[in-house]
C-alpha cells in the first residue's frame, strides 16, 4: 500500500509564494511518475504538473507554466510544488498523486494509482 500526505498548504495574497510537499510511503518511490492535480469548488479535478521517476522530465499545464515548479527528493521520499505569483485563480484544493505502473511525467489523471488527501491553497486578491 502507498501512502501520500501533503502538507504546505494555506492563505497567501496573490503575487506571493508557497511549496507544497508530499511525504510518500513505499520502498520503489524512486520509481514512481509523481503528479500535482487540483480542485476548486465545483469544478472538475484538474492536472497542473507532473515528474518522471528520476526527476529529469516534466510536465505542466500553460496555466502555471512559468509560475510552478515541481521537484522530487528520491532519498527522501517527497515530491515538491513551488508555486510562484499565485493568483486567485490558483486558489482549489491540490493533491499529490503516484502512477506506480509507469514512470513518466504524463497528464492522465486516470493513469494515477494512489492520491493524497488533498491541501487546501487559498489566494486573496
Known amino acids: 500500500q502507498v501512502q501520500l500526505v501533503e502538507s504546505g498548504g494555506g492563505l497567501v495574497q496573490a503575487g506571493g509564494s508557497l511549496r507544497l510537499s508530499c511525504t510518500v510511503s513505499g520502498r520503489a518511490f524512486s520509481s514512481y511518475a509523481m503528479g500535482w492535480f487540483r480542485q476548486a469548488p465545483g469544478k472538475e479535478r484538474e492536472f497542473v504538473c507532473a515528474?518522471?521517476?528520476?526527476?529529469?522530465?516534466?510536465n505542466y499545464a500553460d496555466s502555471v507554466k512559468g509560475r510552478f515548479t515541481i521537484s522530487r527528493d528520491n532519498a527522501k521520499n517527497v515530491v515538491y510544488l513551488q508555486m510562484n505569483n499565485l493568483k486567485p485563480e490558483d486558489t482549489a484544493v491540490y493533491y499529490c498523486a503516484a502512477d506506480i505502473h509507469y514512470g513518466g511525467a504524463h497528464d492522465s489523471i486516470i493513469g494515477y494509482d494512489y492520491w493524497g488527501q488533498g491541501t487546501q491553497v487559498t489566494v486573496s486578491s
Open positions: 515528474i518522471n521517476w528520476n526527476g529529469y522530465s516534466t
